[in-house]
């Protein structure tokens, strides 16, 4: 059983920046793959970035080049640098985990809400 614990959403000025952490319970989170998803209102929860337990990321095409994602496995921790933040970036911010050597999220945290003004 893997527990996810979001922290470090807030309200900021468009430009600005927020890094979101997230600390994991659980001693094969370095054999998970972990993302970061958000969710506006109104909208469907969407993937925002995904690092694997092989190190390699990704990223959704509106958060490419101004979001990264980096993990520490010593530390159990996700994080996701959020810089030059836009108004439509607003949302619940999510990290989730997938069991040791999965593929599917299955763990997710209770997340945290970032808020971005114009």
């Known amino acids: 059983q893997v527990q996810l614990v979001e922290s470090g959403g807030g309200l900021v000025q468009a430009g600005g920046s927020l890094r979101l952490s997230c600390a994991a319970s659980g001693a094969a989170f370095r054999l998970s793959n972990v993302g970061w998803y958000r969710q506006a209102p109104g909208k469907q929860r969407e993937l925002v970035a995904a690092s694997t337990r092989g190190g390699s990321t990704n990223y959704a095409d509106s958060v490419k080049g101004r979001f990264t994602i980096s993990r520490d496995n010593a530390q159990n921790a996700v994080y996701l640098q959020m810089n030059s933040l836009k108004p439509e970036d607003t949302g619940v911010y999510y990290c989730?985990?997938?069991?040791?050597?999965?593929?599917?999220?299955?763990?997710w945290g209770q997340g945290t809400q970032v808020t971005v003004s114009s």
């Open positions: 989730a985990a997938t069991v040791a050597f999965g593929v599917r999220y299955d763990y």
